[in-house]
């Protein structure tokens, strides 16, 4: 589909959601827990009193839905794909065809990323103690740093806004697993004091009743698809005036988990002949963060960023599907012991009229350690400095103009091999310094009230991970320590409004074109890849959401994305993890003031699961779930998840879980 047919799709009536919807349906607290959401955490790209609403999920939403992990919560947001990092058991998702190498998830404007690969696993990331999610496409503020090729991802955090709040809740899943959670806050004026813990634990997923059964799978109870997640967060505020606020926070994560065997039928695929059965025993997370916001006078401020951030894993690689042995020579036990250290001083002015302008220099220390049993660490470290510049000119009372530029350095200070013969380590081949120019530019017309058009251009750049640069993958790559940063020029127009006061919607049109796409080139020596600036890519594509307000008691909407993908290197090695086709869509019902209703169905058209052109099919989901109001300070929520028990997968190998059902007593005081 070429640029000027999906032009006029993205305009049809197809419609979107506006400003003053989430992107699903809404409890009757959710105004209330709107106002909780950590306006410091935030990172804003416009002054714009109308929040970009059908780009985040808030609190009430991922509640109403039951979506306890960060990534499944997204996925109910146009120009989002979840994925499945199969041979991890590793939850993904694509912003528009960008991975998260490509679109960093940050915590309350701090990146949270893992040092070594730039992954996150959001499976490892709970729900349970956020405001709200934002999602930034293409074109993300240059406030946020470094590596935003893609967009931006934004947990956002809680605040309270009482001397005493509470809320939280207990559930079971299906007969094996359970959840259970508390977030307990106090505002007394000028301090503040906001905590959480949760836990979540699951023994295995039922798989679908219409699975059958192969060599490696027999049905029923996924084998080795347990998980555990625990998380406890605090933050202590203090606001010594309404134009302070300096805040530490503390988060620390608790994890283990086991990854299903593979059980597909790609006869290509060496996991048919070869599986793995391998189990994290832990995967923690923890971080230390200060945050503050100083309003030098009315029209200068200073905002900083410093966070300390720890990341270990295990990983366990054992003989057969018992789990008991490491006797083979594919066995193994890996270890992780990273951390990160670094700071961004955001300084903002509107001392020139019509401007408010702002400069941010970020710096970030990449510590990554590794080893295998009886091997000695090897260690490797990259510092990442950016300085940017983003300016909001408001030309006239209805025209806006955003432009941005910034610039990103990349230093190698340390990187190191071992070679098992001789059992030595020593030093890979210094790759320097690496630099990289960044620019946007954002217009945006108000056309009369909640009606706005808007077009943007961004030139954004990545550099390789650790990982690009220096894996062996476990004897199956050549290491490329000199690759380059990966660039790409990011286009959009877009449209949004409301309409009878019932009606709101929000159509995009986008296009990127990548350069020096780092990619996996097969055979640089007989059976051996390698990572290399090789590629050339166009991504296109057209999102479109409605909501409407039928009555008061009825609202429904639905978001369609159509994206489509082009290697214009090799158009025989296909882009992975993302189908052409999505459809979202909800209805919610209220037939009375303490009950709710709540009916969702999910459409994904088949994707590509190798490079190769192994593919898995299309599915469509429903999922239903009733809440009702069952005392002053007690709702009970019950719901069934896939309820014709589809059996499909995210990537091929890997089924997704079957029927399955949740019920969950929350509680609160407000």
Not at 413 to 427: G, H, L
Request: charged share 20%.
């Amino acid at each position: 589909m070429k640029i000027t047919t999906l032009l006029s799709f993205a305009l049809a009536p197809l419609l979107s959601f506006s400003q003053q919807h989430d992107s699903i349906p809404k409890t009757n607290s959710d105004s209330t827990k709107a106002s909780k959401i950590f306006k410091l955490g935030e990172v804003e790209i416009t002054s714009d009193k109308n929040k970009d609403a059908f780009n985040r999920v808030t609190t009430a939403t991922m509640e109403s839905q039951n979506k306890m992990e960060v990534s499944k919560a997204l996925n109910m947001i146009s120009g989002i794909t979840l994925t499945e990092m199969g041979a991890r058991n590793e939850s993904m998702i694509t912003v528009r065809g960008f991975d998260l190498r490509q679109v960093p998830v940050y915590m309350d404007g701090i990146p949270v990323y893992v040092p070594y690969d730039g992954y996150v696993d959001l499976a490892r990331f709970t729900t349970f103690d956020l405001s709200a999610i934002d999602v930034s496409k293409g074109f993300s503020s240059i406030i946020y740093g470094a590596n935003s090729l893609g967009g931006a991802i934004n947990l956002i955090s809680r605040k309270p806004i009482k001397k005493l709040e509470y809320d939280g809740a207990f559930g079971i899943i299906n007969t094996n697993g359970y959840k259970g959670n508390i977030n307990i806050g106090s505002n007394l004026g000028k301090f503040y004091l906001q905590g959480g813990y949760s836990y979540l634990h699951r023994d295995s997923y039922t798989m679908s009743a219409k699975y059958d059964s192969t060599k490696n799978e027999n049905g029923k109870e996924r084998d080795n698809s347990y998980r555990t997640d625990q998380k406890i967060s605090f933050k202590l505020g203090w606001t010594p005036n309404e134009k302070h606020e300096y805040v530490v926070g503390y988060i620390n994560q608790q994890g283990q988990k086991g990854t299903p065997v593979y059980c597909g039928t790609d006869i290509k695929n060496s996991l048919l002949t070869k599986p793995r059965f391998w189990q994290w025993p832990y995967w923690n997370k923890e971080s230390y963060y200060f945050l503050s916001n100083t309003n030098l006078n009315s029209k200068n401020y200073i905002k900083t960023r410093f966070y300390y951030d720890i990341f270990k894993n295990s990983l366990y690689s054992f003989d057969d599907n018992t789990y008991t042995k490491q006797t083979k020579p594919f066995a193994f036990q890996s270890w992780y012991n990273d951390y990160t250290y670094g700071g961004s001083i955001e300084y903002g002015t509107t001392i020139i009229p019509k401007n408010n302008l702002k400069l941010a220099v970020h710096y970030k220390e990449d510590i990554h350690r590794e080893n295998n049993l009886n091997e000695p660490v090897r260690h490797f470290e990259d510092n990442t400095v950016s300085i940017g510049l983003e300016d909001i000119y408001r030309l006239t009372s209805k025209l806006l103009i955003i432009p941005g530029v910034s610039y990103d350095a990349r230093t190698n200070i340390k990187a190191e091999d071992y070679t098992s013969s001789t059992k030595t380590v020593f030093d890979f081949a210094k790759a320097g310094t690496s630099g990289a120019y960044n620019g946007q530019l954002g217009l945006f017309y108000y056309v009369k009230d909640n009606h706005k058009i808007g077009a943007t251009a961004s030139h954004k750049t990545r550099f390789a991970t650790i990982k690009d640069r220096y894996s062996y993958k476990m004897g199956t790559a050549i290491p490329n320590p000199d690759l380059k940063p990966e660039t790409v020029d990011n286009y959009e127009i877009n449209y949004n409004g409301t309409f009878l006061k019932k009606v709101t919607l929000q159509t995009a049109l986008f296009y990127s074109h990548l350069t020096d796409a780092i990619l996996n080139v097969s055979n640089v020596q007989p059976g051996k890849s390698q990572m290399q600036n090789f590629g050339k890519a166009e991504y296109e594509g057209a999102e479109a959401q409605v909501n409407y307000d039928v009555f008061k008691s009825l609202l429904v909407g639905a978001n369609y994305t159509h994206i489509e993908r082009h290697n214009l290197t090799d158009n025989t090695i296909r882009f992975t993890d993302v189908p052409e086709n999505k459809i979202f869509g909800f209805a919610q019902y209220s037939p009375i003031k303490i009950l709710k209703l709540i009916v969702s169905t999910e459409y994904n058209s088949s994707r590509y699961s190798t490079s190769y052109g192994t593919t898995t099919g299309k599915f469509t989901l429903v999922n239903g779930s009733i809440s009702c109001k069952i005392w002053k300070y007690f709702s009970l929520d019950a719901g069934v998840n896939n309820i014709f028990d589809i059996n499909y997968s995210l990537s091929e190998g890997y089924p997704e879980e079957g029927r399955n059902f949740f019920v969950t007593l929350r509680f609160f005081n407000h």
